[in-house]
Structures are given as structure tokens and as C-alpha cells.
């Protein structure tokens, strides 16, 4: 199972990576150790949320979302009702997007058989592998239930459509659903780097993880924790809720909410890893591309008398195409027709993968080297919790000159983002 895999500690982790890597800690704690046995940025940062929670005291069941859950607990949904209906269509979105992502994944494999393992097809294989290890890799954290940082927002039919029980799906639904579409969003930073540039690809990481926990909490699939360890901001998402959302015979409302912060650190790594990769066969890139491999690998067996996660997710696509009416779509042409709908200004042709422009952590590269040090600073906060009692959006950095000054996520790219981008939507705050 993916979370027995990935879940059960760091200690396992800690072990393969130092037998590999071959690094010594400087005083042998555990932390040392993660610090310097890390197989990736976002492995890192990720390992450090996992020490951070593992200092916390098991927190409570949140508060939702000031919504009502009892249409959720009732024994069959009302197809009628407008919260049923809008959480229908976010898992609809999920579930499509996860399907992109496995179609993209799956037809690089097509391509890759029998190449040789130095052709771009095979490269782009690889490169899909090594992402999925990678965001596999945090889902399955942002899912264990034990000490979660995102809980389903209601019991009944809102848990049940999420962990895909109504479809008899295995354990660990939920996370590799969401790790296959991160598969997609991975290939769409590759792609947006290649065409619009290094600091459009982070922006997008930033404007999509925002937009989907808006979706989530604004349609009562889930709710993220708000505590010390992952306060809100400064991201923000504003919208014009949908009609079936609106107070009857009532103007629709304007929603502002602030962003969960690790969430979006986790997709201040992820680009970094991402656009950094060589494809060189390194220790690190192999174990974490043979990671991303048995994820699919899991993503697509049967267990005894369950189907596959593939099969139950198609299966809840249909459940939540037919609850909205939707007539279900072919996957051929899904990624274009998805591309069409959401204005993304990008190439149909992704499926079967692309390929990155390496970009170097360098004084020559000001996005991604600042990213990285952001992303470090709050890392020693994460491995400091509880002692640090809370985790500072405001980072502190020093110039050339050794004066400190602090600054936000925001103040990463210099306050720019790329016009194609911009909207009333998405706001973030930068440091005063």
C-alpha cells in the first residue's frame, strides 16, 4: 500500500538514503541525518513537515467550513441539493484531472518501449516517473489521517465520494488520485517554463495550489488545518461564488480566502526539483523515478476481490459525470478539451510527457535560487517546531551586504506575475 510505503516514519527513509548516499551527520540525530540525506528538495521539506507533525500533540477534527453537513450524512445524496452539486463537480474536476495525468504517463510508457534508454522517449519516461515520486511522496502525507494537514470536511457521502468507498476503492485513494494529477500540473510547469519562462513556472505552482484549496474548502470536499504549524497567507483567492451556491433570490457573493501556508511551500519545491532535473542518472533521481514507478505500479493492480485505483477512479468520474449531467468524455482529446476550458495559454500535444530546461540553483538564476533559500529558511523552522512555536511567513534574508530585511512567498520574483496570469482572483501579500 502507498502509505505503508511512504508513511511509516522517516526512519525508513533516513536509512535507504544515508546507505546510498553515503552522508554522515554531523552530531547522528535524526534531524541532522534528514538534512543532509535529503533525495530531493521537496523530499527534504516534506520530511521536515513529517518531523514538525510528529512533535505535535494528535489534533483535533477542525471545524469545517461553516457549512452545513447534513445533507452529507443523509443515506443517499439529493441530487437536487446545491451543496451536493458542488461538491459533485469539484470531485468531477479531480478525478478528470487525475485521469490527464495517468493518460499523460501512460502513453510516454507506450512510447518508451523498446527505446533506447537514451532517447527522448525514454527521457520523458523517466521524467514522469520522477515526478510522481515526488508528489507521491506528499500526498501521502497531506492525507494520513493520523496527523493530517487536510480532513474531509464532512462525514458520509463528501468522505465516502473521497476515499472512493462507494466504489470499493483500496486504501489510499485519496492520495494517489491526487498524485496522478499532480502529474499533470508537474507537466504543465515543465511546459511553462520551456515557453513563458523560470518565474511564470513558479507563479503557476503558486496560482494552481491556490485555486484547487479554494475549490475544495468553497465546495465542501475538504478542510485544511489552520494551526501554528500551517497558519494561512499570504496568498489569497477571491471569487464571485457560483449560482448554486448564491442565497436564493440573492446576489452571488464575493469569497476572499487566505491559503494554507505548507501547501504552498510544498509547490515552491516542487518547481525547484522539477526544473532542475537533468535526467542524469544519479543515485537520488534513480531511487526517486523507482519510486514514482511503483506508485503507477500500485496505481493500476488489482488487490484481491477491489478493482485497481485506475478502475475506481474512472468509476467516480462517471458517479460525478452523472450527477452533474455530464456525458462522460473519451480520453482522447480530455487534455485538450481541459486546456480549452481553464484559458491556458499551452500546447495540446503534452501528452506523452516533455521534457525541462535544466535550470541551475545559481547566483545566475535569481528565481531559483531565491525560491531555495526561502524554502530552507522555512524547512529550519519546520525541523525546530515545536520550539519555534509557530512557522514566520515573514522570512528573514540578508543582502550582499549583510543587511537583514524580511520578505514573503511574494517577494520572490520581485512582485511580477506574468500577465497571462493575472487576475482578480489571485492576491498575495508582500512583506511591508
Known amino acids: 500500500m502507498m502509505k505503508r510505503t511512504i508513511i511509516r516514519g522517516v526512519s525508513a527513509l533516513l536509512l535507504v538514503a544515508a546507505s546510498v548516499v553515503g552522508a554522515e551527520s554531523t552530531d547522528g540525530s535524526p534531524v541532522e541525518v534528514l538534512k543532509e540525506n535529503r533525495l530531493s528538495y521537496t523530499d527534504g521539506f516534506v520530511d521536515a513537515v513529517k518531523v514538525a507533525l510528529d512533535a505535535l500533540p494528535a489534533q483535533p477534527q477542525p471545524p469545517a467550513t461553516g457549512k452545513p453537513c447534513d445533507w452529507s450524512v443523509t443515506a443517499s445524496p439529493d441530487p437536487h441539493n446545491a451543496h451536493f452539486l458542488a461538491f ?5 474536476l479531480k478525478y478528470e484531472v ?23 522517449a525514454s527521457r520523458k519516461l523517466r521524467f514522469l516517473q520522477y515526478m510522481l515520486g515526488l508528489s507521491g511522496y506528499w500526498e501521502a ?3 494520513d489521517h493520523e496527523k493530517t494537514l ?11 465520494w473521497r476515499e472512493g468507498t462507494i466504489v470499493n476503492a483500496r486504501d489510499d485513494f485519496a492520495p494517489a488520485t491526487s498524485a496522478m494529477g499532480d502529474v499533470l500540473l508537474a507537466v504543465l510547469t515543465a511546459d511553462i517554463n520551456r515557453t513563458l519562462g523560470t518565474k511564470a513556472a513558479f507563479v503557476w505552482g503558486a496560482y494552481q495550489e491556490a485555486l484547487a484549496q479554494f475549490g475544495v474548502e468553497q465546495s465542501i470536499s475538504g478542510w485544511f488545518y489552520t494551526t501554528d504549524l500551517d497558519p494561512r497567507g499570504p496568498i489569497n483567492w477571491t471569487t464571485t461564488l457560483s449560482g ?3 442565497p436564493s433570490g440573492e446576489a452571488c457573493p464575493s469569497v476572499t480566502k487566505e491559503q494554507s501556508y505548507i501547501p504552498q511551500m510544498v509547490w515552491l519545491t516542487l518547481p525547484v526539483d522539477i526544473l532542475s532535473y537533468t535526467g542524469d542518472a544519479t543515485t537520488e533521481n534513480l531511487l526517486i523515478e523507482a519510486r514514482g514507478k511503483h506508485y503507477m505500479e500500485e496505481f493500476e493492480k488489482e488487490v484481491g476481490d477491489q478493482d485497481s485505483l485506475l478502475v475506481s477512479t474512472r468509476n467516480m468520474l462517471r458517479i460525478a459525470q452523472a450527477s452533474q449531467d455530464v456525458t462522460p468524455d473519451q480520453p482522447q482529446g480530455r487534455l485538450a478539451l481541459w486546456l480549452k ?11 506523452g510527457g516533455v521534457l525541462p530546461l535544466p535550470q541551475s540553483v545559481s547566483v545566475q538564476n535569481k528565481e531559483m535560487k531565491k525560491a531555495l533559500l526561502f524554502a530552507q529558511q522555512v524547512e529550519r523552522d519546520l525541523l525546530d517546531f515545536p520550539e519555534a512555536k509557530h512557522i514566520d511567513q515573514m522570512v528573514v534574508t540578508r543582502s550582499a551586504a549583510n543587511a537583514s530585511a524580511t520578505m514573503t512567498i511574494c517577494d520572490l520574483y520581485d512582485g511580477a506575475i506574468e500577465g497571462w496570469l493575472l487576475s482578480e482572483h489571485f492576491t498575495c501579500i508582500t512583506a511591508k
Open 341 to 351: 476550458q481553464h484559458s491556458l495559454p499551452l500546447a495540446s500535444n503534452l501528452v
Open 88 to 92: 459533485a463537480g469539484s470531485q468531477q
Open 98 to 120: 487525475a485521469l490527464i495525468g495517468y493518460d499523460v504517463y501512460d502513453k510516454a510508457r507506450l512510447n518508451a518501449k523498446g527505446a533506447p534508454a537514451n532517447s527522448e
Open 244 to 246: 448554486p451556491m448564491c
Open 141 to 143: 502525507l497531506a492525507a
Open 150 to 160: 487536510l480532513s474531509p470536511a464532512c462525514e458520509g457521502i463528501v468522505r465516502n
